[in-house]
């Protein structure tokens, strides 16, 4: 039973991760890397899974969400999170999760505009779910995912039974460095960030099935991020390998929804758009299901507000901004995930390493500051809103600044100080205790 448990929350993690963005864009990776496949999705899955993957496992070591910012001050651990959840919350993610599964699920079949039912629909449905909060794991784990998996399984078997030809020739980046360029792809997702916020509904989750202790947690932690990191790993290769193979079909084509959709119709016809159609609004909606679920329980156990109003809330925000002020928002909010991402996995890697407690307040502020200078940069570097002159002299003097990740080894270099003086005073410590036993005797 215990095992069950396990793979029903693990199927939920991966369900709740992976969103449309998840599926539309291995398929162009895929398709630019070409034969250059294996090692830039290598490169990829690092990052892509990798990074999630890490800030699981460190949320199961924590035994609870609310202290990876423990030894930060509380206005600065507070606003960490107000911005979090409202930029992947209502501000971002949840009305760009809305608008892709009506652009991609159901403008194709139909004419005239009827995003303003479909996203009332959506979001009333996604209420209804989120709202379950004891039974999330059984709706979405044990019912909607593996209705998923099996979907997504039909267009990975097709590419791997028939597919439409030999694997592409690759583009200039991925001739010269696949691997490398695997990794910032991969980074790109910003799914980190989205493992931070989602870190409360699995924890949650881990402990409603009667885990308390912080071994049983972490032990179950592993368990539901082992099956999380299978799954999206092979989602990603699958998607990846049907654009690496699509090149026949991809003349013109800007994105991954337009070639993943060109070969669903190329091989499966009608029924294959009716199929991604399902893939792309259960995906959609098992994310805005999780996003809402988690916002909802950051602010009870915060502000002891209650869950099911906020998830009224965030859900009406989510309808209201996906009909009236998508691309307005996105002007505000794409710069807030860009800056956050480095944040948190900072965060995650510090947390790591250095114990969350109070007294280690400077090592964690020190951190924050670090990357969100530097994440800054980069976000401006990734919006093109910096100067070529400052922007050359920049890529010549940071290291990772040409991959959106200059905050990295400066992170890094900081923690592993702050772990070596931490050392250094615990030895200070035992060597003082054991004088004053001996002393003593």
Same mark, same amino acid.
């Given at each position: 039973?215990?095992?069950?448990?396990?793979?029903?929350?693990?199927?939920?993690?991966?369900?709740m991760?992976l969103?449309?963005?998840?599926i539309?864009?291995?398929?162009f990776?895929?398709?630019?890397?070409?034969t250059?496949?294996?090692?830039?999705?290598?490169?990829?899955?690092i990052?892509?899974?990798?990074?999630?993957?890490l800030?699981?496992i460190?949320?199961?070591?924590?035994s609870?969400?609310?202290?990876?910012?423990?030894a930060l001050?509380?206005?600065?651990?507070?606003?960490?999170?107000?911005?979090?959840?409202?930029?992947?919350?209502?501000?971002?993610?949840?009305?760009?999760?809305?608008?892709?599964?009506?652009?991609?699920?159901i403008?194709?079949f139909?004419s005239g505009d009827?995003l303003?039912?479909?996203s009332?629909i959506?979001?009333?449905?996604?209420?209804?779910l989120?709202?379950?909060?004891?039974?999330l794991v059984d709706?979405?784990?044990?019912?909607?995912?593996?209705?998923? /998996?099996?979907?997504?399984?039909a267009l990975?078997?097709?590419?791997?039974v028939?597919?439409?030809g030999?694997l592409?020739t690759?583009t200039?980046?991925?001739?010269?460095?696949?691997?490398?360029?695997?990794?910032?792809?991969g980074?790109?997702?910003?799914d980190?960030?989205?493992? /931070?916020g989602?870190?409360? &509904?699995?924890i949650k989750?881990?402990?409603?099935?009667?885990h308390?202790?912080?071994?049983?947690?972490?032990? &179950?932690?592993l368990?539901?991020t082992? /099956?999380y990191?299978?799954?999206?790993?092979g989602c990603?290769?699958?998607?990846?390998?049907?654009g690496?193979?699509?090149?026949s079909?991809?003349?013109g084509v800007?994105?991954?929804?337009?070639?993943?959709?060109?070969y669903?119709?190329?091989?499966?016809?009608?029924?294959g758009?009716v199929?991604l159609?399902?893939?792309?609004i259960?995906?959609?909606?098992?994310?805005?299901?999780?996003?809402?679920?988690?916002?909802?329980?950051?602010y009870?156990?915060?502000?002891?507000s209650?869950?099911s109003?906020?998830?009224?809330i965030?859900?009406?925000?989510t309808?209201?901004?996906?009909?009236?002020?998508?691309?307005?928002?996105l002007? &505000?909010s794409?710069?807030?995930i860009l800056?956050l991402?480095?944040v948190?996995?900072?965060?995650?890697?510090?947390?790591?390493?250095?114990?969350?407690?109070?007294?280690n307040?400077?090592a964690?502020?020190?951190v924050?500051?670090?990357?969100?200078?530097?994440?800054?940069?980069?976000?401006?570097?990734?919006?093109e809103?910096?100067?070529?002159s400052?922007a050359s002299?920049?890529?010549?003097y940071l290291?990772?600044?040409?991959?959106?990740?200059?905050w990295?080894?400066?992170? &890094?270099?900081?923690?592993?100080?702050?772990?070596?003086k931490?050392?250094r005073?615990?030895?200070t410590?035992?060597?003082?205790?054991?004088?004053?036993?001996?002393?003593?005797?």
């Amino acid at each position: 039973m215990k095992n069950q448990s396990s793979l029903a929350i693990g199927l939920m993690t991966f369900a709740m991760f992976l969103g449309a963005g998840n599926i539309i864009f291995p398929p162009f990776l895929g398709l630019e890397a070409g034969t250059q496949y294996l090692p830039a999705m290598a490169g990829f899955l690092i990052t892509a899974v990798g990074l999630p993957a890490l800030t699981l496992i460190v949320f199961g070591r924590l035994s609870d969400s609310a202290q990876l910012t423990q030894a930060l001050p509380k206005p600065i651990a507070t606003g960490f999170w107000v911005l979090l959840f409202t930029a992947v919350g209502p501000a971002f993610a949840m009305p760009r999760a809305v608008t892709v599964a009506y652009e991609m699920g159901i403008k194709p079949f139909v004419s005239g505009d009827y995003l303003a039912l479909f996203s009332f629909i959506f979001v009333a449905l996604t209420l209804v779910l989120a709202l379950q909060r004891g039974k999330l794991v059984d709706y979405i784990g044990k019912f909607m995912t593996p209705m998923l /998996v099996l979907m997504l399984a039909a267009l990975a078997l097709a590419a791997l039974v028939m597919p439409l030809g030999e694997l592409s020739t690759p583009t200039m980046d991925y001739q010269q460095q696949a691997l490398t360029s695997g990794l910032i792809q991969g980074y790109m997702t910003m799914d980190a960030i989205a493992a /931070v916020g989602f870190g409360w &509904v699995i924890i949650k989750a881990i402990t409603d099935k009667g885990h308390v202790t912080s071994k049983s947690i972490f032990k &179950v932690t592993l368990k539901v991020t082992l /099956v999380y990191a299978l799954l999206m790993s092979g989602c990603y290769l699958a998607m990846a390998y049907v654009g690496a193979t699509s090149a026949s079909i991809a003349e013109g084509v800007t994105n991954g929804g337009e070639l993943l959709t060109r070969y669903a119709a190329e091989v499966f016809g009608t029924f294959g758009l009716v199929l991604l159609s399902g893939i792309i609004i259960m995906a959609c909606l098992t994310t805005t299901v999780g996003l809402t679920n988690a916002c909802a329980e950051y602010y009870q156990q915060t502000f002891n507000s209650p869950f099911s109003l906020t998830a009224v809330i965030v859900v009406v925000l989510t309808g209201v901004i996906a009909n009236f002020g998508l691309n307005q928002i996105l002007a &505000v909010s794409l710069p807030a995930i860009l800056i956050l991402c480095p944040v948190a996995i900072a965060l995650v890697l510090t947390a790591l390493v250095i114990p969350t407690d109070r007294a280690n307040w400077f090592a964690y502020v020190a951190v924050v500051a670090i990357s969100l200078l530097l994440g800054s940069i980069d976000a401006l570097s990734i919006l093109e809103m910096l100067p070529d002159s400052l922007a050359s002299l920049l890529n010549q003097y940071l290291p990772l600044f040409s991959a959106h990740a200059s905050w990295f080894m400066p992170v &890094v270099a900081l923690i592993a100080v702050s772990k070596w003086k931490l050392s250094r005073q615990i030895e200070t410590q035992t060597a003082e205790l054991d004088i004053a036993v001996k002393t003593n005797r």
